[in-house]
């Protein structure tokens, strides 16, 4: 059975950093291309980041060179390094597994970030 299990959400100030985990169980981690999303209740989820399974990555031009996606193969785990956040930052970001050869995508149960002065 596979579980999606992401942490590290909190409070900041304008300009500061959070760095959000996600944990992958289901033996699927490897495989999988893994991605972040964000979603303001009332608003389509869109993508924040996502990297492959060969450690290639994508970002959304609203986080261009303020995040920072990476995983850990070793730990089952895929982060979202954040920085000089900004008070529109704020949502419940979602973390995604997409095994490589499965239709099928895993959603965590997010976890909220506010960035507020």
């Known amino acids: 059975q596979v579980q999606v299990v992401e942490s590290g959400g909190g409070s900041v100030q304008p300009g500061g950093s959070l760095t959000l985990s996600c944990v992958v169980s289901?033996?699927?981690?490897?495989?999988?291309?893994m991605a972040w999303y964000r979603q303001t209740p009332g608003n389509e989820r869109e993508l924040v980041a996502g990297?492959?399974?060969?450690?290639?990555?994508n970002y959304a031009n609203f986080v261009q060179g303020r995040f920072t996606i990476s995983r850990d193969n070793a730990k089952d785990t895929a982060y979202l390094q954040m920085n000089n956040l900004k008070i529109e930052d704020t949502d419940v970001y979602y973390c995604?597994?997409?095994?490589?050869?499965?239709?099928?995508?895993?959603w965590g149960q997010g976890t909220q970030v506010t960035v507020s002065s």
């Open positions: 990297v492959t399974n060969g450690g290639r990555t």
């Open positions: 995604t597994a997409k095994p490589k050869f499965s239709p099928n995508k895993y």
């Open positions: 289901g033996r699927i981690f490897s495989t999988a291309a």
